[in-house]
């Protein structure tokens, strides 16, 4: 068995750090103040100005990012393999405004929004880590600290990092849940879809024979999908996953249908696709749209046209699983051993930055500290699960073992 870890931490600093992150708004796709914070923070504790740098995964990432990941590279005290450390910086819009306040071994949020302990949590620990490793010139190999943003509105940060920018590590380890003990080595996959009906418009009252629903071409789609076992859990005998319809709207994303006397022309709807076997969740998607193109087949105005569907899908992420004797799985569990922890592995039903990290030639774990409850109001960190998700880092990290 691996020697327990010797090494301690400042834990009232690592807490007094967490707390100042949580402060720091940064929704998802508005990054640049916390990505600031954490390389200021990064550079009061020894880190080189140097080390410390942003990519340009902003500039691929086809949506509005104000900046790209926060990279920091490490050389190590020794020769070894380089491991790779990564949390991201975004949190869920839900987290808006947030006031962070302290409880009994928790912090929770005083307003009425979310916390951002996902992932505000694992930026601390891996800041605290850095730290340690630096005041206390703990000896370790090489690393690279890898601060996505974009994670929460489809990891696309580690989608589009370029893995060259990372400095050729063997092996990740990514910092995003509840327990540190927790050793996610496998996730679900995803995929997204969108789909435009565009009906007819007419007369409600005068000539509703002229018109073609787009709301009811919608409605009688999504009802054909539940009858046949493609929403919610999906049991087939084809595979398993899930599915959901998230937004309903009409143009702009306004309201689908301006006035009951007129018969709805245009409607979008998104949703998404999930398993375990990426083949499945595209036929989850297949299904989806199927659905729709029949549905407008039974629906003709009185001149005989139909609907128009146009159906958009594409990959979100891929699904993985490490094997349970990867070298990364064993350096994880032997870490949690010395960090006092007793390890288990877990295959997770969501995406995680660990998913396109592993699809980049990176073998990644993923292991918790303190989240609880997230994208809820109801979100708080539990503080003690913190703490050891700091000792599970420091444990990586070092060379002992």
């Known amino acids: 068995m691996s020697p327990t870890l010797t090494h301690s931490f400042n834990e009232s600093a690592a807490v007094d750090r967490l707390y100042r992150f949580l402060a720091v708004e940064g929704i998802t796709g508005q990054e640049k103040a916390i990505a600031r914070a954490v390389a200021r923070e990064l550079e009061s504790v020894g880190v080189p100005r140097r080390a410390i740098r942003h990519d340009n995964a902003n500039e691929r990432i086809p949506l509005p990012t104000q900046t790209g990941n926060l990279i920091v590279t490490l050389p190590g005290t020794h020769e070894g393999p380089r491991l790779l450390f990564s949390a991201h910086l975004d949190t869920v819009p839900l987290c808006a405004g947030v006031v962070p306040e302290r409880g009994n071994n928790r912090i929770l949020s005083r307003s009425d929004t979310a916390l951002g302990g996902d992932d505000r949590t694992g930026v601390a620990c891996l800041v605290t880590m850095a730290a340690t490793l630096m005041q206390n010139k703990l000896p370790h190999p090489p690393l690279t600290l890898l601060f996505t943003v974009r994670e929460e509105s489809g990891l696309f940060g580690a989608r589009f990092v370029d893995p060259n920018d990372l400095s050729g590590p063997v092996m990740g380890f990514n910092v995003d849940g509840r327990l540190p003990s927790d050793l996610t080595v496998g996730a679900v996959g995803a995929e997204r879809w969108e789909v435009e009906i565009h009906g007819r418009a007419s ?174 109001t109801e979100e708080y960190v539990d503080l003690p699960s913190f703490l050891a998700g700091c000792r599970m880092a420091l444990a990586l990290a070092t060379s002992e073992g």
């Open 203 to 376: 007369h409600a009252g005068v000539h509703p024979e002229q018109g073609i629903s787009a709301t009811i071409v919608a409605a009688l789609a999504l009802a054909a999908v539940q009858r046949d076992g493609w929403f919610g859990k999906v049991h087939q005998d084809s595979g398993d996953g899930t599915s959901n319809i998230g937004r309903v709207a009409g143009r702009d994303g306004k309201s689908a249908g301006e006035a009951t006397n007129v018969v709805t022309d245009y409607v979008s709807i998104h949703g998404e696709s999930r398993s375990h076997e990426a083949r499945f969740a595209r036929a989850i998607t297949r299904a989806y749209r199927a659905a729709f193109t029949n549905a407008a087949n039974q629906l003709p105005n009185d001149k005989g046209r139909k609907a128009k569907i146009k159906f958009t899908s594409r990959l979100d992420y891929h699904p993985f699983r490490l094997k349970e004797d990867a070298p990364v799985v064993n350096h994880a569990k032997q870490a949690a051993v010395r960090a006092g922890l007793q390890p288990s592995t877990r295959v997770g039903n969501g995406g995680l930055d660990a998913n396109w990290l592993v699809r980049h030639g990176i073998p990644t774990v993923t292991f918790g500290a303190g989240q609880n409850n997230i994208h809820t």
